[in-house]
């Protein structure tokens, strides 16, 4: 059962405007939360993160909100360009795994119409 | 700056047959993961290391082999390939601070067995 889930396969935005991507996660030992976006043929790339004792994180055009009584975190893209065009991924990690893995969603592929 | 490196990019493999796959990093990073990636299936840990000489089991590690012989390097074997090994490949590496510093991915390996 996968316990970081991103339930929208896909989402379509117009240029200029607000993305929200969506993750939700199960295991309540998840404290730290980051986003990761890719390209075609490219490797994912870090973005933002959030520790569970903050319940946002900005940095520059990109947010990211934690509820943690909801398990659920978002990303907000504003303004959307087309550059950003892309997949998404979410990834959860806990404390206690001493390799300092991350659980990833399914991913997210954004498109953002000029 | 070569960050991460993969090789071979792309490979066809006949069911049955063996190949490595090769990741190198030249960040001195101490952790290193091998991921699969699949269509809404996000990134699934394979193995991984936490340092020169030590591996261990991810999420899917069956029919999958590694070793971590020198620090900078973690190979992936597939010792008889099967169709269900289809998959995009991606190593990554991450040091042993803080975690909001994330994995550092490579490009990804795009593997089909036929």
């Known amino acids: 059962d996968q316990q970081v889930k991103q339930n929208s396969p896909s989402l379509s935005v117009q240029e200029g405007r607000i993305s929200i991507l969506n993750c939700d996660y199960t295991?309540?030992?998840?404290?730290?939360f980051l986003w990761y976006k890719k390209y075609p043929a490219e490797g994912p790339t870090f973005l933002i993160s959030?520790?569970?004792?903050?319940d946002k994180n900005e940095d520059g055009r990109f947010t990211v909100f934690l509820n943690k009584s909801a398990k659920h975190l978002s990303l907000h893209i504003v303004p959307s360009q087309p550059g950003d065009s892309a997949v998404y991924f979410c990834?959860?990690?806990?404390?206690?795994?001493?390799?300092?893995?991350?659980?990833f969603g399914g991913g997210t592929r954004l498109m953002v119409k000029p | 700056n070569a960050g991460v490196t993969q090789t071979p990019k792309f490979r066809v493999l006949k069911t049955g047959q063996s190949m490595t796959l090769l990741c190198a990093q030249d960040?001195?990073?101490?952790?290193m993961y091998w991921y699969r990636q699949d269509p809404g299936m996000g990134l699934r840990l394979i193995h991984y290391?936490?340092?020169?000489?030590?591996?261990a089991k991810g999420e899917v590690p069956d029919g999958y082999n590694v070793s971590r012989l020198k620090k900078q390097n973690f190979l992936l074997g597939l010792e008889s390939a099967a169709p269900s090994q289809t998959s995009v490949y991606f190593c990554?590496?991450?040091?042993?601070?803080?975690?909001?510093?994330?994995?550092?991915f490579g490009s990804g390996t795009r593997l089909t067995v036929v």
């Open positions: 960040m001195n990073h101490e952790y």
């Open positions: 959030i520790s569970s004792i903050k």
């Open positions: 990834a959860a990690s806990d404390p206690y795994n001493a390799g300092n893995m991350l659980t």
């Open positions: 295991n309540s030992m998840f404290d730290y």
């Open positions: 990554a590496s991450s040091s042993t601070g803080p975690r909001n510093y994330g994995y550092t």
């Open positions: 290391s936490v340092g020169e000489g030590t591996t």
